[in-house]
């Protein structure tokens, strides 16, 4: 199972730091994506990292690079999603999700890639 944290309402400009605790399974080879839903769209993908014998890779939608931090915590079975510099397009439920191996990245941003979804976390940026 997978728990979404950290959301809330924040000024443009401002930060969130979510959190994604999973359990259940054990971070060892891994895949957790970071998407997210606007009202009215489509769930789009934002943030991924996976893990292969230790070996991090991490991949971000072009929209929050340079913004957005993906960063995992194995001993608390935690990954980060760290967010800067928030635009009120960044608005959304934000969701986390799991794969129990790792994925490359063509095919890393595919939703059926994924066995496990947490419930998601409201993010408001206000102009």
């Known amino acids: 199972q997978l728990q979404a944290s950290g959301g809330g309402l924040v000024q443009a400009g401002g930060s969130l730091r979510l959190s994604c605790a999973a359990s259940?399974?054990?971070?060892?080879?891994?895949?957790i994506g970071w998407f997210r839903q606007a009202p009215g769209k489509g769930r789009e993908g934002v943030s991924y990292?996976?893990?292969?014998?230790?070996?991090?890779?991490?991949l971000y939608v072009d929209s929050v690079k340079g913004r957005f931090t993906i960063s995992s915590d194995n001993a608390k079975n935690t990954v980060y999603l760290q967010m800067n510099s928030l635009k009120p397009e960044d608005t959304a439920v934000y969701y986390c999700?799991?794969?129990?191996?790792?994925?490359?990245?063509?095919?890393?941003?595919?939703?059926?890639?994924?066995?496990?979804w947490g419930q998601g976390t409201q993010v408001t940026v206000s102009s």
């Open positions: 999700a799991a794969s129990r191996s790792s994925l490359i990245a063509s095919t890393i941003t595919l939703f059926r890639m994924y066995d496990d």
């Open positions: 259940g399974f054990t971070f060892g080879d891994y895949a």
């Open positions: 990292i996976s893990s292969s014998y230790g070996k991090i890779s991490t």
